[in-house]
């Protein structure tokens, strides 16, 4: 039996590990706190993250890493990108030899610009042929829920992607593969970025036709610079690019999207973040470096800086749609 350890038990960790679970794997999930481990292990519920949601009894959580990583094929790293560079620092020892090493985490890294599987090369010195990614439209709750869903799962070794392909398939949750683990990160990264746009839009009171506006020219600043790094486009026309860009900037669900419609309708940054109750919205700082990333690259992204100076300049969301509408004209 294939054994998971899936470290941070937040919305997406938990969903995760159930889907895990549901497809026979057996799973060990990491918190960061003591009373919610036991909560999950004794209540089969995270009533902090997923409250509602009944998990597999055969789920256990615990506290320690060293415990959770114990014997563990695939490692699933489920905290917020910003941290993970900290606490794989903590991990590293605990990993098993030969385990392969799974992001959920959808952000750039401030300061490096690194990719997630980048980081987690860097700090465990793994070889990027067991590091793979996770990325498609996989909303938390409508996942754990049961609502059918797909993914990617994209590592450079198809041996391990196919591996953690079986270790997640069920009758709800459909996941492809593919090698492409720069597309999949930067479509996962980009997309919130481009949610917190909608979010600012729909905030402000403009409806379908400027949300698809956004998404497409968002998409199109996507792919400029995904293939620039060296992905292919059509990882990015796919779940990993307009799958969970669609699913993301669409749903009221999605904490980025909200986030931004907050912004949009004249709440301030401090606010917004209160509102989100300990929950990441990623795209608030991945916008930073993604833009730093295209501007090293050349690549245009004005949504992507728009969003920047919204979040960090003090820029008004009316004042950021009139600097994008009075942007030369073009050819599509
Ligand atoms: N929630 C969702 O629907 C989805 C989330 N993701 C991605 O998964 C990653 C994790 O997000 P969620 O599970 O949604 O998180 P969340 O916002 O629900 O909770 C954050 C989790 O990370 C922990 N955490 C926060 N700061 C930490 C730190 N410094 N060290 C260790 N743990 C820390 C919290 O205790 C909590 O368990 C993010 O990159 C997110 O973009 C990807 C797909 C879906
Ligand atoms: O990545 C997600 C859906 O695929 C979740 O998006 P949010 O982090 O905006 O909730």
Known sequence: MTRAAVLGSGSWGTAFAKVLADAGT???MWAR???LASTISDKHENTDYLPGISLPTSISATSDPSTALDGADIVVLAVPSQSLRANLAE???SIPADATLLSLAKGIETGTLLRMSQVIAQVTGADPSRIASLSGPNLARPIAEGQPAATVIACSDSRRALEIQKSCA????RPYTNT????CEIGGACKNV???ACGMASGVGYGENTLASIMTRGLAEIIRLGTALGASASTLAGLAGVGDLVATCSSTLSRNRTFGERLGSGGS???AQK???GQVAEGVKSCTSVRALAESYDVEMPLTEAVHRVCHEGLSVPDAVGHLLGRRIKPE
């Open 26 to 28: 057996d799973v060990t």
């Open 33 to 35: 706190r003591d009373e």
């Open 91 to 93: 991990w590293t020892e």
């Open 170 to 173: 069920t009758g709800y949750f």
């Open 180 to 183: 492409d683990v720069i597309g």
């Open 194 to 196: 481009i949610a917190l």
């Open 269 to 271: 940054m401090e606010s």
């Open 275 to 277: 509102a989100a109750h």
